[in-house]
Structure formats: structure tokens, C-alpha cells
């Protein structure tokens, strides 16, 4: 896909498509304005990594007409380019993998805290034992907060269970249920 503006309709990822007869027939728009804030159209880019058919919407919004308010969309285009200053380091990547991060936090999270807690049996070999383990300790050196914090709790997890401990450790479960329990204390005191 290619990022692409418009004078027109704004900002919009095209599908790198053989096809000129209909330029915009396959577009997914943002649909925030003309002149979006950077933060609104890096969360757009960085949601059409992650899911394209999630990506804004297939309908094309038309903001101004071709050729015309030049002068006010030159102003308009101006004040949109930010100072130097105001970046603080804040780059596409740095905001995609922030988004990332979020993204898979609350999806691990929502899986360990799923309602069926039953215990499955899963049968592995040696290797892929060793390779999961190898995924989860990546996952950690490369994630931040709270997904690396599950990783590391997982890998623990499966490390006990890989020793025949004892008693079988659950701490990612436990530790996704107390961020849970104390998100929702502090919604209902209003925080």
C-alpha cells in the first residue's frame, strides 16, 4: 500500500493495483479532514499494517473542489507542517510500535483473562518447546510494559511446567487478572 494525499479528499492508502482506469477505486480513506493532525494519520498507516480491511473506510469524502481556495488551503497546509521542536523524537516508528505494543498487550491480556480456565493438554516436541520459549524471550527484549511483562511471566509459566515443579505456575494468568481487577477499581473511582 501507498500513502497518498489529496487536495480534494485527504489522506488515503492505495493498494499497489495494475490498474489506472479507476486510480482511487481501491482506496481506504481516513476520512478525518483534509489536513488531519500527524497523530490521527500515523494511527491510520499503523492500523492498515497491522489489519488493511480495518484501515479507515472505502468511501471517498470530497472536502473541497479541484482547483479551488488555493490561497486557504496553502495557509491551511502551512500551519500543518509542525516545528522541529515539537517532534520530541516522535517518529512513524516509534508511534507504530507504540500502537503495536498496545494492540498485542490487549489481546494477551484478554486471552488470559478468558473465562474458560480450563487446563488443556497440548502435546509438544522438545524443539518446539524450545522455540516458543525462544519467541517469548524475543518478545521480551523487544516489547515494553506490560506485553513484555506477560512474556516474561509465560516464559516462567512454562519453564515450572517444563521441570515438572511441584506446583504448576500460573503467574501470567494471576498477574493479567490483578492489572484487570485494578483497572476496574480505578474506573469506578472515577480515575
Known amino acids: 500500500m501507498d500513502l497518498h494525499w489529496s487536495g480534494t479528499s485527504g489522506w488515503c492508502l492505495l493498494p499497489l ?15 478525518a479532514g483534509l489536513v488531519p493532525p ?3 494519520v500515523v494511527s491510520f498507516v499503523a492500523t492498515a499494517r497491522l489489519s488493511p480491511a480495518e484501515a479507515g473506510s472505502s468511501e471517498r469524502p470530497f472536502y473541497r473542489t479541484s482547483g479551488s481556495d488555493l490561497t486557504e488551503l496553502h495557509q491551511r497546509l502551512a ?9 520530541r523524537g516522535r517518529t512513524y516508528g516509534v ?20 473465562p474458560n480456565d480450563t487446563e488443556v493438554s497440548v502435546a509438544l516436541r522438545p524443539g518446539e518447546l524450545e522455540a516458543l520459549r525462544h519467541l517469548l524471550e524475543y518478545t521480551q527484549t523487544h516489547a515494553t510494559g506490560l506485553l513484555g511483562a506477560y512474556a516474561r511471566h509465560l516464559t516462567e509459566d512454562l519453564d515450572n511446567r517444563r521441570q515438572f515443579a511441584a506446583t ?3 503467574r501470567a494468568v494471576e498477574v493479567a487478572r490483578s492489572i484487570r ?3 476496574r477499581d480505578r474506573q469506578q473511582r472515577g480515575e
Do not use: M
Open 95 to 114: 508511534c507504530f510500535t507504540s500502537l503495536v505494543n498496545r494492540v498485542y498487550t490487549a489481546r494477551v491480556a484478554g486471552a488470559l483473562n478468558s
Open 79 to 87: 500551519a500543518f507542517v509542525p516545528a522541529p521542536e515539537t517532534l
Open 181 to 183: 481487577k485494578q483497572l
Open 168 to 170: 504448576s505456575s500460573h
Open 38 to 40: 500527524v497523530d490521527r
Open 17 to 31: 493495483k495494475n490498474d489506472d482506469a479507476d486510480f482511487y477505486g481501491h482506496a481506504r480513506w481516513i476520512g
